[in-house]
């Protein structure tokens, strides 16, 4: 383990070099992380192992007398200088170690650790993110997949393929914000902030063969006045289910489980005539007032109701834009309407959210007022 050559040149030069080695091993073992003060004794300053004591005997006792006085002296300054290395090391420690029990003295560690931190605050889940992930997610158990879509739209999404036509009073129940410079265009291919997330529907049956199942989530845009109950910018969640054999029972038993897989199991549902371009016939649901349980409140206006989604069977005319449009993209207009039929239906995420968490202005959930959404924490 000790590694001491034999000494052949007893030139001073040569000496010189091989006291200077010593030295400087003894230097790195002093400074290194492995030091202990014991340790270092026995290997250099040992008795009888001690590497000055075989220097000592492989240098000094077996030179010949002519170079013996220059390796004494050698000898002697070697060991010196490695009693003052530990000395000064030693002393080091025990002033660090003092140190470390000394308030101000520089060894003290200027990070103090006994403060309280700085809490990292977590975020969450805006109450309409998780509400609209909730229903997606109902839906998702009864097999469907999700779908999204742009929120800068074409008319053609928008309105021309669900069966809206230019200059239909339909268009006037969906206030619509416009992108400007587009009146240049034809007016299918003007864009605008999408009314509904119904025209994923399209974009979803261009894309994918029947039978489809999918619900879309997403976020909408109206001209509307901001108040307690509306705001130009909103969610809903839409549904479309297409295949062969499909019926209105299929859209009541669907509807009727997602409510009460997402309200509770006590929830009635009931069935209302309505309109809707792209459907036919169309539908309002409403449920039973999950406040008052249907006996009659505020909240449900004493009806014991209240109005939550549209829906209805796919209108045969939306198909036909579709298979028309598939064919301008060269693709099978698969959509036949003697073999497939289907539903749809879009809610309101943001009321839904309203009703759940018990808001009673809209504009709270785009406020970013951090005392409002710290309660969702
Ligand atoms: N798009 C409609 C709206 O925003 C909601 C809707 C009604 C969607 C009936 C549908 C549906 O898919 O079948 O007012």
């Known amino acids: 383990m000790l590694n001491i050559p034999q000494l052949t040149d007893f030139s001073e030069a040569s000496l010189d070099a091989a006291f200077a080695q010593v030295q400087a091993e003894a230097k790195i073992a002093v400074a290194g992380e492995a030091f202990n003060i014991e340790g270092f004794r026995l290997e250099w300053l040992g008795r009888k192992q001690g590497r000055l004591k075989i220097i000592s005997d492989t240098w000094l006792k077996t030179a010949p007398p002519e170079a013996k006085k220059l390796i004494g002296q050698r000898f002697n300054a070697l060991k010196e200088a490695i009693e003052s290395e530990l000395a000064g090391r030693e002393s080091f420690l025990k002033e660090f170690k003092q140190g470390l029990e000394t308030p101000g003295s520089p060894f003290v560690p200027q990070l103090d650790i006994t403060l309280p931190g700085t809490a990292q605050r977590l975020g969450v889940e805006h109450p309409l993110v998780r509400t609209m992930a909730e229903i ?42 416009v992108v400007a410079d587009q009146d240049s265009k034809p007016l299918r291919e003007r864009l605008l902030m999408r009314t509904h997330t119904s025209p994923v529907q ?24 901001a108040d307690a109950t509306h705001s130009p910018v909103f969610h809903q969640v ?97 959509y036949d309407t003697r073999r497939i039929a289907g539903f749809a239906f879009g809610m309101g995420v943001d009321r839904i959210a309203m009703m759940k968490y018990g808001i009673s202005d809209i504009g709270l959930l785009y406020s970013g007022d951090m005392r409002f959404l710290e309660q969702f924490a």
Request: hydrophobic letters at 35%.
């Open 136 to 177: 997606v997610s109902v839906f998702q158990r009864m097999g469907y997949s999700v779908g999204l879509g742009p929120e800068v739209e074409t008319d053609f999404y928008n309105f021309e393929a669900l069966n809206f036509p230019p200059n239909h009073p339909a268009r006037d129940t969906q206030d619509t914000l």
């Open 238 to 334: 839409e549904g479309l289910c297409v295949g062969p054999d499909i019926t209105f029972s299929d859209l009541k038993g669907t509807l009727d489980h997602a409510m009460k897989a997402f309200f509770g199991s006590a929830v009635k549902t009931r069935f209302f005539p309505s309109f809707f371009p792209f459907t036919e016939p169309s539908a309002d649901v409403q449920i039973s007032c999950i406040f008052c349980g249907g006996k009659g409140c505020r909240k449900c206006k004493h009806s014991g109701w209240i109005e939550l989604l549209g829906c209805g069977m796919v209108d045969p005319a939306v198909f036909e834009s579709v298979n028309q449009r598939r064919i301008e993209l060269g693709r099978d207009p698969v």
């Open 202 to 225: 399209i974009r979803s049956m261009l894309e994918h063969d029947p039978p489809l199942r999918l619900v879309i989530p997403g976020k909408v845009h109206r001209n509307d006045a």
